[in-house]
């Protein structure tokens, strides 16, 4: 059984119970190494196998799932798996094998900076979608960057997008957001070395221009964290009295 696990934005505490047991369990761990801390392995037996996939490619990865299909495999992914995993190609191939898989699920790295800020995405009368998404540059995006800053009352996260920032800012203010207009940055979110930073889609730029690494871009109104309107849920409703 090949398990794909989330091991959750960086923080290994964060790891779930779930995936804590399979990976005491495993007897073959492969993990993303530029991407996992070396501490979410602190659950493996002693005597697994434990690979880093940093410089495997599809078909090296294909191989070595294969090799070790009768055995109890952690195929450990950073986030979640559902999100910018890679883990779509993979189970193509599992099925293509008739290998047995099973996904579970971690915390992306949205979630983890939302946590770390201590802010909602969900703003009653301000937003309530959330998009994550990234800005193209090598790697093609489907969605235009133009339809998703069109949707001016949603939260929007990019992910893979730092280097990419003069790009979202240009495309914004060409769209007439106000150059005032909330846009934070969380560099590895989660991690011990996390660090935050909180400006102007117009200033921004200038605090992160030295990051290189891994960073999610907020931005939207929606970081004033102020309801336009109350929730329904939570406000008594007016109770109509009757003329007598």
Known sequence: MIYFIGAGSGDPDLVTIK????????????YTGSLVPKEVLKWCMDEAL??????????????????????????????????????????SFLKQKRIEYQVIPGITASFGASASLGIEYTIPGVS???IISRVEGRTPNPENLENILACRNSSLV????????????KKALDMGYSPNT?????????????????GTISNIENQVSHIRGVALILFGDFL?????????????????????
């Open 128 to 130: 309530q979608t959330l």
């Open 19 to 30: 995936a804590q047991k399979i990976m005491q369990k495993a007897d073959v761990v492969l």
């Open 50 to 91: 434990i690979v880093n996939s940093q410089e495997m490619k599809y078909p090296e990865i294909f191989a070595f799932l294969e090799k070790y299909r009768d055995k109890i495999v952690a195929r450990i992914h950073t986030g979640d798996p559902s999100i910018y995993s890679t883990i779509a190609k993979q189970i």
């Open 182 to 198: 909330p846009c934070w940055v969380v560099e590895r979110a989660t991690w011990e070395d996390e660090a935050i930073y909180k």
């Open 158 to 169: 990019f992910y893979l997008s730092i280097l990419l920032l003069k790009k979202l800012k």
């Open 224 to 244: 004033y964290q102020e309801e336009s309107e109350e929730s329904h849920l939570y406000v008594k409703p007016l109770v109509k009295t009757k003329n007598l």
